[in-house]
């Protein structure tokens, strides 16, 4: 299954833009990039997802490399209620049954928004 | 208003004890999913299921259980053969399909004495 790998922990500035890193290096060509982010043990928060093209919603933005191995999530503008665990998510299809998927979490980025 | 349910927050229980814990959606999604966090860790899938009377197991399905017997139930059973069974669980629905977000329920936090 392909595999995410995210830096343990970051730190931002408020007000400043929040870039979150993840490669994804074995991802397949009809695998889908999910962003997801946590707030102290509750359920994971939906931000975005993409395929092959840049995506971009009232949350974040997500850049996707051309060759799909790398991904970087984008919050323009951090404020310290951003302060959580960014997930970066490979949705996996399941071969043997069509329009079954898995989703796979890689361990996560600690973002922390500085005053 | 939709979402998913999940019962009961907060569960203690003996070794050697089985455990069952609830998860209920409203949302006519196809699938759900089971997920394990440890403290400081990401999510683990324990088992997933597609449609009614159907499942799959994921990475870490040994000593755990699932039914679904109805679309919007998927229970979850840590049996006594689960050795470190102590962690926070998340169930998750999503809409089958080309590009199905997972949403979450609010998580129950099992701890064995």
């Known amino acids: 299954d392909a595999k995410t790998t995210q830096p343990t922990s970051m730190d931002c500035a408020e007000g400043r833009a929040a870039n979150l890193p993840c490669n994804h290096s074995?991802?397949?060509?009809?695998?889908?990039v999910y962003w997801y982010r946590q707030i102290h043990s509750q359920g994971p928060q939906y931000i975005i997802h993409g395929l092959k093209n840049n995506e971009t919603n009232e949350m974040a933005s997500l850049i996707i490399t051309e060759d799909r191995k790398s991904s970087t999530l984008i919050l323009p503008h951090a404020t310290l209620r951003d302060t959580a665990v960014y997930y970066c998510?490979?949705?996996?299809?399941?071969?043997?049954?069509?329009?079954?998927?898995?989703?796979?979490f890689g361990t996560g980025t600690r973002l922390k928004v500085l005053a | 208003d939709g979402g998913i349910t999940q019962s009961p927050k907060y569960l203690f229980r003996k070794e050697g004890q089985n455990v069952t814990l609830s998860c209920e959606q409203n949302l006519n999604h196809d699938a759900m999913y089971w997920y394990r966090q440890d403290p400081g860790q990401g999510l683990r899938l324990i088992y997933y299921s597609q449609i009614v009377n159907d499942f799959q197991k994921g990475d870490i399905a040994e000593g755990y259980s699932v039914s679904r017997e109805k679309k919007e139930s998927f229970p979850l059973t840590v049996t006594s053969a689960q050795k470190n069974p102590t962690a926070f669980y998340l169930c998750?629905?999503?809409?089958?399909?080309?590009?199905?977000?997972?949403?979450f329920g609010e998580g129950s936090r099992l701890t064995v004495l």
């Open positions: 074995t991802i397949s060509g009809n695998e889908y």
């Open positions: 998750a629905s999503s809409i089958s399909g080309s590009s199905g977000e997972l949403f």
């Open positions: 998510i490979v949705r996996v299809a399941r071969l043997e049954t069509s329009g079954t998927y898995k989703y796979i």
